[in-house]
């Protein structure tokens, strides 16, 4: 079969790879401009608005940072020719250039480019999920959030386990063991987890322990062992005798041949896992969407799997399958591919299907190829040429852009029938089908991944704790923490004011059993709703996910959570510590954490980012590494004041104090920074790139619009995919 796959190459470009000869000597002197100029303005344009290279005017950085950046550095291909007394004098005079001068004028910047974007692994699973009629994955942090008897969490959402896969059940009921695990003919009646017993773990908010394993085909007995007591399975009635006057718990496991095909879980486990520029919080990256050698092998393997769950809308009649091929081709190809096929292509697949020894074997090649090519593995906006030399995405393009933007999944047949009546050409059009689609279950899903992407907060699968600190950080507590905020996300969007103010300064969020006793609160039976403690309404802030994983495995970190809260949460990007800054300070049994890290504000290397870090962070201290609340450390009251310095921008020379957590929060909820980042990580994720330079004019309106609306998220969504600048793009094509 042919791989019939695109090759996206990424060309990588930079100002250092322009310089043909040695650059120009500086000039003597302080001349900050003269020495832009001469250094700086081929890449950074003559206005330091950008160029080949970013803007630099307003600054996204520290000045002394900066400074010292330039010093080490720049220019590409002759660092340090600009020494310290040039490199304040330029960056003097960046800071003297007017912020917002000279006025942008919109009508002047060229469109988005064309673009082609890989599906990521989520979008595959949920695309071939809707395609082959399986249940919608949801989106989950671990197995305990899907449906555990029968699902497993697979690159963030619950994908059905395979025919292979058992998943052993021990319902509590009430008992909380300090062992047990499944011990039985496939692991050799193992009496003890260390000899090789399948260990078993309480699902977060439920009163049940689980395992999950595959098991060979044949015939299968077990029993679980609680504290030492082994046990049958209740939940399984199928019995054989043990040899001893009782008996085991029976399983028979039969997944032959392609009647049980590889669970998805499986298939979208095989995919190399997306990459992520620095600073780029989310999976669709465009530009990093490169097609390796173990793409093409994980694509050819799970088409073949695939193919054989496809069914026909109907069966041959006579000796003539054509009309039924042809039939199947073009239904299903326009939901695979996300467009009608063309005459060619309904041919040439029909041909495949009535050139096979029998229907079904010809369904299942012409299956394949629809699976393994790139229409269905990659979606386009490329457009259609325009007069005016611009390209018009098209309706299916658009169709496509709004339903993995709002659902991550392939369109439905309404989004498509939209399309093929000419009822999604024009924005409003755009915009009234993607408030349709922000009214499905599949939005809210969409948006939970979106808040746990956009705030880092993936890391928390894999974040280390010690145990001997953190001996309460168990996997149900992580499991805990994990649904949270997606939950609380989905909640302020579709249930609350949907507005931004509310995702930092609600006093409320949705707590299970493990995460409100880890809060101090009466646990609830189940999931639900609850206002917390007033040291942690600071809506996102508060949460034990966001704490935990901006912290170190031993103790808190004010580095880690004000960077957290400067590069998420206002866009200002900071330089890569210079070799010899040092490491974390040494644990004081006597200190508290702000005491400790004095040494950043003391060291004037340090201070030029320190200031803007540190001060941030310690509005944090109130809570431990893994989000639990404190008032003491070593001994001594902690000090939560801080201050946040130039949260507009760099250089304001504006300073707002707080004195604790919700303060803090609040400050960032009517910063006008703050919800200007927010819309440019929207504009990031339903474009699938970082904003270029040529961009700004776009950023920045669908920012000015999200503050006229008083931050309405939801009509934030909405405004980036109907913008008139994501519609059309230029005849240039991305790399």
């Known amino acids: 079969m042919p ?252 997944c032959n041949g392609t009647s049980t095909p590889a669970p998805m ?8 896992p997306e990459s992520r520029p620095k600073g780029f919080t989310f999976d ?3 530009e990093a969407g490169l097609v390796t050698s173990g793409h093409v092998e994980a694509y050819l393997g799970a088409a073949t799997s695939l193919a054989g769950r496809v069914t026909a809308p109907c069966r041959p009649t006579g000796s003539d399958a054509r009309p039924c091929a042809e039939q199947f081709v073009t239904t299903f190809g326009r939901r695979v591919f996300r467009r009608p ?58 169709a496509t852009a709004l339903s993995y933007s709002l659902w991550q999944t392939t369109p439905d047949d309404a989004l498509l029938d939209a399309a093929a009546q000419g009822k999604l050409s024009t924005p409003d059009d755009v915009a009234r089908e993607a408030r349709r689609l922000l009214t499905d279950l599949r939005a809210r899903v969409a948006m939970g991944t979106f808040a746990t992407q956009w705030l880092g907060l993936e890391r928390l699968t894999t974040v280390d704790k010690a145990p001997g600190v953190y001996p309460s950080f168990t996997p149900e507590l992580r499991a805990s923490m994990a649904t949270e905020t997606p939950a609380f996300f989905e909640h302020v969007l579709f249930d609350g004011t949907g507005r931004f103010e509310e995702l930092f300064t609600a006093p409320y969020s949705f707590v299970d059993g493990p995460l409100a006793r880890h809060y101090g ?20 802030l508060g949460h034990a996910s966001v704490l935990s994983s901006y912290a170190h495995s031993d103790q808190s970190s004010p580095v880690k959570r004000g960077v957290f809260v400067r590069e998420h949460l206002l866009c200002q990007d900071f330089p890569v510590p210079p070799a010899n800054a040092g490491g974390v300070p040494k644990i004081d049994p006597n200190a508290t954490t702000r005491e400790r890290f004095r040494q950043h504000s003391a060291d004037p290397s340090c201070r030029a980012c320190h200031q803007y870090i540190d001060e941030v962070g310690f509005g944090f201290e109130g809570f431990d590494a893994i989000g639990g609340a404190r008032a003491l450390e070593n001994g001594k009251a902690i000090d939560t004041t801080g201050e946040l ?23 960032l909820a009517q910063s006008q920074r703050a919800q200007s980042c927010f819309a440019t990580m929207v504009f990031r994720q339903t474009r699938g790139r ?22 309405d998220v939801r009509e934030l969504f909405v405004q980036s995919l109907a913008d008139e600048r994501f519609l059309t793009r230029s005849s240039e094509v991305a790399p």
């Open 341 to 398: 096929l063309t005459m060619e292509e309904v041919t040439r697949y029909s041909s495949v299907i009535v050139a096979a020894p029998s229907f079904d074997a010809g369904l299942v090649r012409a299956a394949e190829w629809m699976f393994s090519s790139p229409h269905f593995l990659y979606r386009s906006e490329l457009g259609v040429p325009q007069a005016d030399g611009t390209f018009r995405l098209t309706p299916w393009e658009l």
């Open 284 to 286: 669709n990256n465009a």
């Open 521 to 540: 609160m009466e646990a609830p039976a189940m999931r639900e709703k609850r206002d917390v403690p007033s040291v942690r309404a600071a809506g996102l």
């Open 3 to 254: 791989t019939r796959l695109l090759v996206f190459v990424v060309l990588l470009g930079g100002c250092s790879r322009l310089q043909t000869a040695e650059p120009p000597a500086p000039p003597e002197g302080g001349d900050g401009a003269a020495l832009y100029a001469a250094q700086c303005a081929s890449c950074h344009g003559p206005a330091a608005r950008g160029g080949i290279g970013h803007a630099l005017v307003p600054l996204k950085q520290p000045a002394d940072a900066l400074r010292l950046r330039i010093v080490s550095t720049m220019p590409p291909g002759n660092e340090g020719s600009c020494d310290e007394t040039c490199a304040r004098a330029i960056v003097t005079w960046l800071m003297s250039l007017p912020a917002d001068q000279p006025p942008l004028v919109c009508d002047s910047f060229p469109p988005a480019r064309r673009q082609l974007r890989l599906l990521t692994r989520r979008e595959y699973a949920n695309s071939v999920s809707d395609l082959l009629g399986a249940p919608v994955g949801r989106a989950c942090a671990s197995d305990a959030t899907c449906t555990v008897a029968t699902e497993s969490c697979v690159s963030g959402t619950c994908m059905r386990d395979g025919c292979g896969v058992r998943t052993f059940l021990w319902r509590a009921n009430g008992r909380r063991p300090a062992s047990i695990h499944v011990a039985g003919s496939f692991n050799g009646w193992s009496a003890t987890v260390a000899a090789g017993g399948w260990a078993m773990t309480l699902v977060a908010g439920s009163d049940s322990y689980v395992v999950k394993r595959p098991l060979t085909n044949g015939t299968h007995q077990y029993k679980f062992v609680v504290d030492g007591q082994w046990v049958l399975d209740e939940g399984n009635p199928e019995r054989a005798s043990d040899g001893f006057g009782g008996n085991n718990s029976v399983l028979n496991v039969q």
């Open 645 to 667: 310095r130039d949260v507009e921008a760099f250089g304001a020379g504006t300073t707002t104090s707080f004195t604790s957590l919700p303060q803090l929060a609040t400050q």
């Open 690 to 711: 970082h904003e270029r330079d040529e961009e700004r004019c776009t950023v920045e309106a669908l920012s000015s619009g999200f503050l006229r609306t008083g931050g």
């Open 265 to 272: 879980s499986e298939l979208v486990a095989t995919f190399p």
